[in-house]
């Protein structure tokens, strides 16, 4: 993308994990960002460290006033909005039938609810500004089920499909807006779970932030035909299930 000279960004959950990758990988571009994060210390200290080009505001992604106040400051910081990255996340562990009703609410609140907030007020702005990019993180588990984690399921299909249809809409004014669909990924979101998780995957590994803020890079940077539709970076998970054949090893 051209027109990102004296334009800002926004990244929310960008003070650890994937969003502080992406965030990085922005600045190493020369887009200046805004981190919005619950997480103050780490958001200042991953702000002081990159320079003039970024700083930290404290964000609840489900709060409207403090998506205004993000949005203002990242404009009369940085310039017009040119790019906002949905990367918030939390996730829940429970099946349908364990999982509290107020937790399963909490995670669509903030994995899609928080996403269609900043997309809802982002997107008069970056229709002002003559277009822009909008970035959704979702996961595999926005492309296919998972047992015992039914709220994080629902909230990132959702995310797919919003992605959707806010491409439709806002094409016209030269905003795309893409999903990305991350595997397993190292971060602290992840920091409990078993490594063998990866262990069928073509690819059998974890994935690192810093590859899937490569694909946010290009999807902002690159990708000027590519709107409504998914990227996927899974090492393979979601390509089709390993049968084997008689007396082959992995
Ligand atoms: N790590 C993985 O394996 C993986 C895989 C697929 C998708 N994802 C998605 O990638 C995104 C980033 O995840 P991560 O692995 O870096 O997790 P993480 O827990 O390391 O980071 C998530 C960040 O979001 C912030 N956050 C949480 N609730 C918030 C709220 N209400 N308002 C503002 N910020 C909030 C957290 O403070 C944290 O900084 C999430 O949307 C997650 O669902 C992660």
Same mark, same amino acid.
């Given at each position: 993308? #051209? ?6 960004? =926004? %990244? #929310? ?9 992406? !965030?990085?990988?922005?600045?190493? *571009?020369?887009?200046? %960002? ?22 930290? @505001? ?18 009369? *910081? ?7 990255? +949905? ?17 399963? @609410?909490?995670?669509?609140?903030? +994995? ?23 970035? +959704?993180?979702?996961? #595999? ?32 004014? +030269?905003? @795309?807006?893409?999903?990305?669909? &991350?595997?397993?990924?190292?971060? &602290? ?21 810093? *590859?899937?803020?490569?694909? !946010?890079? $290009?999807? =902002? ?8 539709? *998914? $990227? %996927? ?9 390993? %049968? ?7």
């Amino acid at each position: 993308m #051209t027109e990102l000279e004296g334009r800002s960004a =926004v %990244v #929310t959950g960008g003070a650890r994990g994937i969003g502080a990758a992406v !965030v990085a990988a922005l600045a190493k *571009e020369h887009i200046s %960002v805004v981190i919005g994060d619950l997480l103050e210390p780490e958001g200042t200290a991953l702000a002081d460290s990159l320079g003039a080009g970024a700083l930290f @505001r404290r964000l609840d992604v489900t709060d409207e006033a403090g998506w205004r106040a993000v949005l203002d400051d990242a404009e009369a *910081e940085f310039g017009p909005l040119a790019v906002l990255i +949905n990367n918030a996340g939390i996730v829940d562990f429970g099946g349908i039938e364990s999982e509290s009703p107020a937790m399963f @609410r909490h995670v669509v609140d903030v +994995n899609l609810y928080g996403a269609w907030l900043g997309m809802h007020l982002a997107a008069p702005r970056l229709r002002a500004a003559g277009g822009g990019v909008i970035v +959704n993180i979702s996961s #595999t588990a926005g492309l296919i089920g998972y047992a015992g984690v039914g709220g994080y399921v629902a909230s990132k299909w959702g995310l797919r499909g919003l992605t959707k249809a806010a491409a439709l809409e806002l094409g016209p004014a +030269n905003v @795309r807006v893409c999903s990305i669909h &991350p595997g397993p990924i190292h971060t &602290p979101m992840t920091e409990q779970m078993d490594e063998s998780v990866a262990a069928a995957q073509p690819l059998a590994r974890f994935g690192e932030p810093e *590859e899937v803020a490569a694909m !946010v890079r $290009f999807l =902002v940077t690159e990708a000027t035909y590519s709107t409504g539709s *998914e $990227f %996927v970076l899974d090492g393979g998970a979601t390509a089709g299930q390993v %049968v084997g054949l008689p007396g082959e090893t992995r």
